[in-house]
């Protein structure tokens, strides 16, 4: 039949804070691949998925259009691009904030200090979102990487950024004043249409993934 050649499509981070633990966590619910280093997508041997190794800022929108059925990917990078997709899990892994943040001992030592200010970060819609809910005028440089150092550098006043211990502001001589959203990876799911088949195997799919989760507590 048509089903038995369905496979369920999950993307998945290629490489970076993300990637070993939702390997491992599809190696623990009894997945076997084989050499997902080294390619794009990979087939599982003993499942009906195949993972797509992508850049998770990728991640949402391939679930939302469909090309994948499931992701794997944090919270914050789900909301930064807005993409019309269900969460169907939370998961303990991936854990961080995103967090306005300023120098230690600058002008800016309250959320209202922002007002007129630069802040440089990766999330400019997170961002600005929070910024209108709390009528502050701020201008915002989208940057992709090492936000950390952009006050250092004068690109701005202060940052938005994600932080877990607090370790890379404090080095960088920041302090975190403002926590923007929390986050976590999430197992996500397209909103587009999915046969029976593919209905099925989620199903089965999310049946061993929450008695592993349960399992590991
Ligand atoms: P890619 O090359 O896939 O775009 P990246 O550099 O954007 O990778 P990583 O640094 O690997 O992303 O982070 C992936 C995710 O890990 C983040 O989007 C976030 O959900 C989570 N994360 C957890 N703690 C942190 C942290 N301290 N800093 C950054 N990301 C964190
Ligand atoms: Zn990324």
Redo the contacts with the bound molecule.
Sequence with gaps: TADSKTSLRIAI???????DKTIELLKGIGLRFDDYKRNLMVKCRNFDVELLLI???DIPEYVQDGVCDLGF?????RAETGADVRVLRGLDY???RLSLAARKDGAIQTLEDFEGKTIATSYPNLTQQFLDKHNIGANLVTIS?AVEIAPRLEVADAICD????GN?LKANGLQELEVILE?E?QLIQTNKELSPGKKKLIEKFLIRMDSHQQAER
């Design positions: 981070q290629k490489s970076g804070r993300l990637t850049r998770d800022d990917v944090g919270a914050n990078v991936g854990v961080c990487g994600l932080v877990s211990t890379t986050s990876t």
